[in-house]
């Protein structure tokens, strides 16, 4: 290695990326997704990179390691030291045998989505010591004794046991920590986190940036970590990247790009993230805040549940499970009811015995003025159109094969308002507009919309029968601040307008505190806690609403270290 690489290699940088552009071949033409891209990773820190889908965070990280399909086109340059600093390695000249050997030892990636790394039918212990095996550990007791240590240290009960075991077993954020731990195995002096908490619970995603901390901490390694999530950011990095449309737009430490940002872009990031207490005002094209016409605590019942049971039945000798426990609640006309809580704790069951999808299995569930328990779909049928549902995943609720005017239109053909998608493509274009969507989309198929296009799409679905009652399951979860931003304050201006009542389902406190008027907070089944949405966020009783609320990353660097502490302080008070 020439003086100058060993100089290079010796400085505080791990990483540096040189007018790095990545372009990709389609059979449309060339596409560059990411444009001269200039930064560092300086040794044990963490470096975040930020920005909206399509902005290139994902190829720059996959570039690191040289992860690109056989279509991508590179130029520029990335140096990647070792973690002594004796050798600094040309990454995009690397090949072959070169590369493999530099991938887990010196850089290793940790995906977003565990289930698309972890291969089913192999033993967790087996994945994390194929790693192992292929940098040259031969001794068979010697890497199962590092298997366990390394599992041990992210956090996997039982290792000794567990090791056994199959991803199957384990839980989505059990798996994540797999994940981390077969990053960690060879000890490397990077650590690439492709968005590692973006469909996890806040109490999880505490605990998953909390073992991100301690590879730099204890393994001295360098994260750089990928999300949308500026309370992620705020949360973990020491230094930020944000990118827009494949361009570096500004970067610098955490507390200048929070506290002084100085691109218009950056601003506007920061000003879409929803923050709790702040309540969202829409108003309409003269200034004026939009508002609903009548009071929802003087409006009938929409929904009354008492005593209500959803019991899944068991097979192959499993007991039955009860996914919602004795619960009791009310939905009154016009009214928005949050339902908060982390996977699994009954949220979606509870919305989709309201819309008709789910047998009730005890108790009373009164659903506009239908009882749900025993009820006959054929007695049902008519109230369904008078019920909309919104969707987490639109890309999966939505046909492939039908243009976006197809799948609006079918509840509407379905109900028997139209006879056939041409009668109805007036009104499908009106509902479209409604959602600032232009008409011409009504032709194209959901694949050809972002993200954010067919969530709206999905929504004007849900209201084209103007139902009086909308369940919202998970409907912003999976969009980037700035979209989610505009679909809310959609989701608001048309419900002042309609006047339907709302079920919010959803795993972001911030979002219900934005939209509410009364929250629930369900765990394991039961209702923790519920009440008007300012004494829930402000005033919380429960110890599991408490929790929920510290887990929540605040985007402000100085705020949240002040909230990570007392999220620590009440997970030490329940061991």
């Known amino acids: 290695m020439t003086d100058e690489n060993k100089a290079a290699a010796a400085d505080g940088n791990l990483a540096e990326i040189k007018d790095l552009s990545v372009s990709f071949m389609t059979d449309a033409g060339s596409i560059r997704a990411i444009d001269k891209v200039n930064f560092t990773?300086?040794?044990?820190?963490?470096?975040?990179?930020?920005?909206?889908?399509?902005?290139?965070?994902?190829?720059?990280?996959?570039?690191i390691i040289k992860l690109l399909p056989d279509t991508a086109t590179t130029s520029g340059a990335i140096y990647l030291s070792n973690r002594a600093g004796s050798e600094r390695l040309d990454v995009l000249?690397?090949?072959?045998?070169?590369?493999?050997?530099?991938?887990?030892?010196?850089?290793?990636?940790?995906?977003?989505e565990p289930n698309s790394v972890l291969n089913p039918v192999y033993t967790i212990g087996w994945q994390i010591e194929e790693g192992l095996r292929a940098h040259g550990m031969k001794d068979r007791k010697e890497?199962?004794?590092?298997?366990?240590?390394?599992?041990?240290?992210?956090?996997?009960?039982?290792?000794e046991t567990r090791i056994d075991y199959y991803p199957h077993q384990f839980s989505?954020?059990?798996?994540?920590?797999?994940?981390?731990a077969m990053a960690l195995a060879l000890n490397p002096g990077l650590i690439l986190a492709d968005e590692p908490t973006t469909a996890l619970d806040v109490t999880v995603q505490a605990e998953i940036l909390d073992l991100l901390r301690l590879a730099r901490d204890e393994f001295d390694a360098s994260v750089l970590i990928i999300t949308h999530n500026m309370g992620v950011i705020a949360d973990i990095a020491?230094?930020?990247?944000?990118?827009?449309?494949?361009?570096v737009v500004e970067q610098g430490d955490v507390e200048q790009i929070f506290y002084h940002p100085k691109e218009q872009y950056t601003q506007r990031l920061l000003a879409s993230v929803p923050r709790i207490g702040q309540k969202l005002v829409v108003r309409d094209v003269d200034g004026n805040p939009v508002e609903r016409s009548d009071d929802w605590r003087t409006q009938p019942l929409a929904v009354k549940a008492k005593g209500l049971t959803i019991t899944y039945p068991g097979h192959l000798m499993?007991?039955?499970?009860?996914?919602?426990?004795?619960?009791?609640?009310?939905i009154h006309r016009s009214e928005v009811l949050g339902l908060v809580g982390e996977s699994g704790s009954g949220k979606s069951t509870t919305g989709r015995a309201i819309a008709g999808l789910q047998k009730v299995s005890g108790g009373s569930l009164n659903v506009l003025g239908i009882e749900m328990n025993g009820v006959k779909e054929r007695d049902f049928r008519p109230k369904r159109a008078d019920i909309g549902f919104v969707f987490q995943d639109p890309g999966s609720s939505f046909d492939p094969l039908m243009t976006i005017a197809e799948n609006v239109a079918e509840p509407l053909i379905v109900h028997g308002r139209y006879a056939s998608v041409n009668d109805a493509r007036d009104y499908v274009g009106d509902l479209l507009e409604m959602v600032q969507l232009p008409r011409a989309y009504m032709t194209r198929f959901p694949h050809e919309l972002s993200g954010g296009q067919r969530q709206r799409a999905s929504l004007a679905r849900g209201l084209a029968l103007k139902p009086s009652l909308l369940i919202a399951d998970e409907p912003t979860s999976a969009l980037d601040v700035s979209v989610q931003a505009k679909v809310l304050e959609l989701f608001k201006q048309l419900q002042a307008e309609i006047g339907f009542a709302c079920l919010f389902i959803t795993h972001d406190l911030a979002v219900v505190d934005m939209l509410a008027d009364r929250i629930m907070v369900m765990h394991k089944g039961r209702i923790v806690e519920h009440g008007e949405a300012d004494d829930i966020m402000q005033r919380p009783q429960n110890p599991y609403t408490k929790k929920l609320l510290a887990s929540l990353p605040v985007p402000d660097p100085r705020e949240q270290r002040i909230h990570r502490a007392h999220l620590h302080e009440l997970l030490a008070s329940e061991r």
């Open 41 to 63: 990773i300086p040794r044990k820190t963490v470096v975040g990179v930020v920005g909206e889908s399509g902005s290139g965070k994902s190829v720059t990280a996959r570039s």
């Open 93 to 112: 000249s690397l090949s072959g045998e070169d590369l493999r050997r530099m991938r887990g030892s010196e850089a290793a990636m940790v995906f977003q």
């Open 143 to 159: 890497r199962r004794a590092k298997a366990i240590d390394i599992l041990n240290k992210v956090g996997i009960p039982d290792a």
């Open 172 to 180: 989505g954020g059990q798996k994540q920590r797999i994940v981390i």
């Open 238 to 247: 020491d230094q930020v990247v944000v990118m827009y449309r494949g361009h």
């Open 318 to 330: 499993q007991p039955d499970f009860v996914a919602v426990d004795n619960i009791d609640f009310e």
